[in-house]
């Protein structure tokens, strides 16, 4: 009665969420730093970039007080590197193409680094390991390391969409990233459903089912079916 | 929707919730004796000898952490990390089974930023409005329209986060009235029971002690949990409980070794991202094994489905983050 909601963060919820998310943005109009409760936002003083949280840069945009800079991997180029890994490579056949390292993390396939998470302190002295929608993963970067494969972050569905639909003219090539986005979506939602066979595994104590780069929105549509089957199974 | 909301909403936030008012430095006051770690700031610990890499970390970290925990909570960084702390949090609660245990010293600090951040609103507002700084109206409108968009955005999670724990107490409330109840010493005088309310645990007694961290449940939600329960009870008794004989009418019957209470799931599967280099998921004891065993290993970045048990040691330790 409190509260009709489902278990669960809902879609509208995790757009909420992936409206979090850091991106760069080029301003138009100074405006002074903010003191904000998401915290502080530094001054706008054009043509300097800054970083933004995504739900900011989207006001901003809407009433042509700055340009989005896209996110690499939002690029038609980064979409095929993804959308080849995705479909072609034969490991990630039945997994979803690696997500963007934790800090600390070493890129996949580098086995020469060991993982080493180093942890922030909260005021209670409590370790606090910063993950999505609180890392850099949307920000325009000046020089990728070359090597380094394009990846998907985990609000990669709530992003694209937000930025197609309110900031299209500034992306690269709209039509195509539309067109790849969408396939993309379908490739993987493909995988969610294929993964059914292996669901018994989360049934049993200290089993569990390995959903590794799987998208926040993704999660969403697929956390009550999911859910359902590993309750039904148990 | 929840992004735009216009002053009433911000007033019925005002109202509707008791802001505290100068609780943020007691209570972090409160946080270091609770701590009382040898770590303490104000004693300087006994340096024990550095026996390996291992022990000279920990040591490193022991101290960044008692520097952190003296930080000054009103510096904009730690102000985003309350908002990353808070949204994690809401995160968690809106996805697990059972109510997480409430984050007193966190949920202060926010109400007293919401509340500072009201006043600074009202303000601006209040000078866009005077002439003499009425140059600069567009700039003032435009910082308006952000600082309550934020404002709404951290007033919609901590309402969810509220409403979804409200939701998980009236569900479950007879399992979390015996739960808070069984922290107290019990003066258990059973006798037979003539109404359903008799059954209904006494809450614990309020101290303004906040040393109190073993109990899920903040002061408010335990006594809207009694009122509810005792609502609830009176409820049944009137409409059929007591139309049974004495004994058959207590809301927590245990005849035959079955429970009535029910209580949440742990079992259920939740969706966790390892934020270490290594989680192992746990079966914790019973359905006949004594003691805990261990699963599947988590490695760093992984998302894994898994029942909520295994990982609520790894989560309360910070090592895993519930998605």
């Known amino acids: 009665m409190a509260f009709p909601l489902p278990r669960g963060i809902t879609p509208p919820e995790i757009s909420f969420l992936a409206e979090m998310e850091m991106v760069t943005i080029l301003p138009r109009q100074r405006l002074e730093g903010l003191e904000l409760l998401g915290g502080p936002v530094s001054p706008l003083l054009p043509p300097r970039r800054t970083s933004l949280p995504l739900w900011l840069a989207l006001l901003l945009k809407r009433q042509r007080r700055a340009n989005i800079l896209p996110p690499p991997w939002l690029h038609p180029e980064s979409l095929e590197l993804i959308l080849e890994i995705e479909t072609q490579n034969d490991e990630y056949q039945h997994a979803f193409s690696p997500p963007p390292p934790l800090p600390g993390q070493p890129a996949p396939g580098d086995h020469r680094r060991a993982p080493l998470a180093t942890p922030r302190y909260t005021p209670s002295g409590e370790k606090y390991y910063p993950a999505p929608p609180f890392l850099p993963q949307n920000t325009a970067r000046d020089h990728i390391p070359p090597g380094e494969p394009p990846a998907l972050p985990f609000h990669w569905l709530e992003v694209g969409t937000m930025l197609l639909e309110a900031a299209s003219d500034d992306l690269v090539d709209p039509d195509q990233t539309r067109r790849l986005l969408k396939e993309l979506r379908e490739v993987r939602m493909a995988k969610v459903r294929a993964g059914v066979d292996v669901l018994d595994a989360a049934a049993m104590g200290g089993g569990g089912v390995a959903l590794t780069g799987v998208g926040a929105m993704e999660l969403g549509e697929g956390r009550r079916f999911i859910a359902g089957v590993v309750d039904e199974l148990r | ?323």
């Open chain 2, 1 to 323: 929707m929840y992004l735009r909301s216009g002053p009433n909403e911000i007033a019925a936030c005002r109202t509707s919730a008791p802001l505290p008012t100068t609780q943020s430095i007691p209570s972090i006051a409160l946080l270091l004796r609770r701590k009382s770690s040898p770590h303490h700031p104000s004693s300087p610990p006994p340096k024990p000898k550095p026996q390996n890499i291992d022990q000279l970390t920990m040591d490193i970290d022991d101290i960044l952490a008692s520097v952190d925990r003296t930080a000054d909570t009103s510096t904009p960084e730690s102000t985003a990390l309350d908002h990353q702390l808070l949204t994690r949090f809401w995160v968690a609660e809106r996805a697990v089974p059972e109510l997480l245990p409430w984050p007193t010293s966190l949920m202060e600090r926010m109400m007293e930023r919401v509340r500072r951040q009201i006043e600074s609103i009202e303000d601006l507002a209040a000078s866009s409005t005077d002439p003499i700084t009425h140059h600069s109206a567009a700039t003032t409108n435009l910082t308006l329209s952000i600082l309550q968009s934020d404002l709404s955005r951290t007033q919609y999670l901590i309402r969810s986060l509220l409403r979804q724990r409200l939701s998980k107490l009236t569900a479950h409330s007879m399992h979390y009235l015996l739960l808070i109840s069984r922290q107290q010493p019990q003066s258990q005088s059973q006798t037979d029971s003539s109404t359903p309310e008799d059954s209904i645990p006494e809450p614990p007694p309020f101290t303004d002690d906040t040393d109190d961290i073993s109990s899920p449940l903040s002061k408010e939600e335990v006594s809207f949990l009694h009122a509810h329960q005792t609502l609830l009870a009176g409820h049944y008794g009137a409409s059929f409980l007591n139309s049974f004989p004495p004994q058959l009418r207590r809301l927590d019957d245990n005849a035959g070794g079955t429970s009535m209470v029910q209580g949440p799931d742990g079992k259920e599967v939740v969706f966790v991202r390892c934020l270490v280099e290594e989680v192992r998921v746990v079966v914790p004891p019973g359905d006949g094994v004594e003691v805990e065993v261990e699963g599947t290993v988590l490695r760093m970045g992984e998302v894994w489905a898994v029942r909520w048990e295994g990982v609520r040691g790894a989560w309360g330790r910070g090592e895993v983050e519930v998605l």
